[in-house]
Structures are given as C-alpha cells and as structure tokens.
T-cell receptor, first 113, second 115 residues
C-alpha cells in the first residue's frame, strides 16, 4: 500500500464548477501538507501549504486537513479552464532529516469552457 | 527571476552511455533534491543535498550519482543508464529555514529516454 493515495482521474468539470480533490495517507507522522499544480511539460508549482489540521483559504482555493481521518482536500471554487492541470498532494513529517516530501501520484483535472 | 534551471529538457541516449543532467538555482537555497516522476508512482526522491559537499540517498538512488561542489549547482549523473531509468526528472530546491515541509521550487523537468 502506498503511503499517499490519490485518485488519478481524469476529473472533467464545466467552467464555474466547484472542484474537490482529495488524498488519503497512512503515515500518522505527517504534519505538513501541500498541494502542487503541474501543467503539461512543466514542473510542479506550490499552490497551498498547511500545517497540521484545519482549513486554509487563498482566493478560489481552500485546503482542508483532517488528521484524525488521514484525509486532505483541495477545493477550487469558480473553476476556470486555466485550472486544467494535474494536482499533486504532498506531505512530510518533522524530523525526517532529509526534508523529503511524499507525493501522491496526482489527479488530472480538465475544466471545460 | 527566481528559478531552477535544468538542462537538457529532452534527452535520448543508449544503454550504458554516461550522461549528466545539470541543475542550477539562483535563490541561494541550501537544500536541493532530484526526483523522478513515473506514471502511477508519482514523484520519488533520488538524492538530496542539505548543503555544499553534503549529499545523501533518497528513496530510489540505485544507478544515480550526484555532487554538490557549489551551492547553486546539483548535477545528476547516470554512469551507465539502463532502460528502467527512462523517466521524467525534476530538480528542486528549498530554503534551509529549518522548518520541514517548506515548499520546493521545481525545475521544468528533463525527459530522459534510454534505448
């Protein structure tokens, strides 16, 4: 079993829809949770970064962490065609000594105009 | 512009022919790392470096070497490439703030094909 599970999609939604992207994980030591966006032929870029449980909002994006369920989510409101990309969740535990991030395999999102 | 620069973007080579993928960052970051990305497996860490002359293995180091002689550069070396090293490679860097989980800045990737 992978440490981080993420549905690969593709997830296809109409423009303006609310998108929900999710990851589950098994390592209870994870404390830092991130979402990266990766456009085709590009490197991942950091979207959201949260520590421990709770919500964090940044514009149209909201990240949620539920450590009791080992479940994290990224919500995108008023989705746009420019949001079409692969979304990767990533997480790490304090004290790994090598600052390693464990990534999900990514969910491909397509927002139809 | 703050960035991580990888070269080349695309590379096709033959089994056993040594190659080097270069990585350079202009942000004075202490931490640098190499990842490979494969379908269904996500990003997996190959090697990392906490600072100059300090390198260590990640999750999938077999068949790879790295060096960190200067802070800005972190080349990935494949001494004898094999077809199972065909992959998309990313270099990443991060500021050494001591807070684990800092976001990484990634390069644009190097697509390597070994035939």
């Amino acid at each position: 079993q992978k440490e981080v599970e993420q549905d690969p999609g593709p997830l296809s939604v109409p423009e303006g829809a609310i998108v929900s992207l999710n990851c589950t994980y098994s390592n209870s030591a994870f404390q830092y949770f991130m979402w990266y966006r990766q456009y085709s032929r590009k490197g991942p870029e950091l979207l959201m970064y949260t520590y421990s449980s709770g919500n964090k909002e940044d514009g149209r994006f909201t990240a949620q962490v539920d450590k009791s369920s080992k479940y994290i989510s990224l919500f995108i409101r008023d989705s746009q065609p420019s949001d079409s990309a692969t979304y990767l969740c990533a997480m790490s535990a304090r004290g790994t000594g090598r600052r390693a991030l464990t990534f999900g395999s990514g969910t491909r999102l397509q927002v139809q105009p | 512009e703050a960035q991580v620069t990888q070269n080349p973007r695309y590379l096709i080579t033959v089994t056993g022919k040594k190659l080097t993928v270069t990585c350079s960052q202009n942000m004075n970051h202490e931490y640098m790392s190499w990842y490979r990305q494969d379908p269904g497996l996500g990003l997996r860490q190959i090697y990392y470096s906490m600072n100059v002359e300090v390198t260590d293995k990640g999750d999938v180091p077999e068949g790879y070497k790295v060096s960190r002689k200067e802070k800005r550069n972190f080349p990935l070396i494949l001494e004898s490439p094999s077809p199972n090293q065909t992959s998309l490679y990313f270099c990443a860097s991060s500021a050494g703030t001591g807070i684990f989980g800092d976001g990484y800045t990634f390069g644009s990737g190097t697509r390597l094909t070994v035939v």
